[in-house]
Nanobody
Framework: VQLQASGGGSVQAGGSLRLSCAVL????????VAWFRQAPGEERNFVAA????????SYSDSVKGRFTISRDNTKNTVNLQMHSLMPEDTAVYYC???????????????????WGRGTQVTVSS
């Protein structure tokens, strides 16, 4: 699977951004797709995931209620809509995908076999 992330940028606190992850090379519906993020000097952390068959979603506590992960069937993409952005959301955001990710493992980097290049999100105060 090839993943192409886009949509990063700079925004002021309280603003919104939408990230997109284009999924190429595998039947879209078989995958779980997730977003992770990594701030400078920190570990890469789970943000959100969606199982494309069934559309169940998972979020980290830090973004729940502010971020929404969804699929766009027409474009084979997974979007991450981010609202009420805060400076602590500043990071490089990565999308990842894999088939057969069990619910309890969605937050784990090791559950995902394919990764896209990151896209920078910068939130200024």
């Amino acid at each position: 699977v090839q993943l192409q992330a886009s949509g990063g940028g700079s925004v002021q606190a309280g603003g919104s951004l939408r990230l997109s992850c284009a999924v190429l090379g595998r039947t879209f519906n078989t995958l779980t797709v997730a977003w992770f993020r990594q701030a400078p000097g920190e570990e890469r952390n789970f943000v959100a995931a969606i199982k494309l068959r069934g559309l169940s979603t998972s979020y980290s506590d830090s973004v729940k209620g502010r971020f929404t992960i969804s699929r766009d069937n027409t474009k084979n993409t997974v979007n991450l809509q981010m609202h009420s952005l805060m400076p602590e959301d500043t990071a490089v955001y990565y999308c990842a995908a894999s088939p057969s990710v069990i619910l309890s493992n969605r937050h784990s980097q090791t559950a995902y076999s394919d990764w896209g290049r990151g896209t920078q999100v910068t939130v200024s105060s």
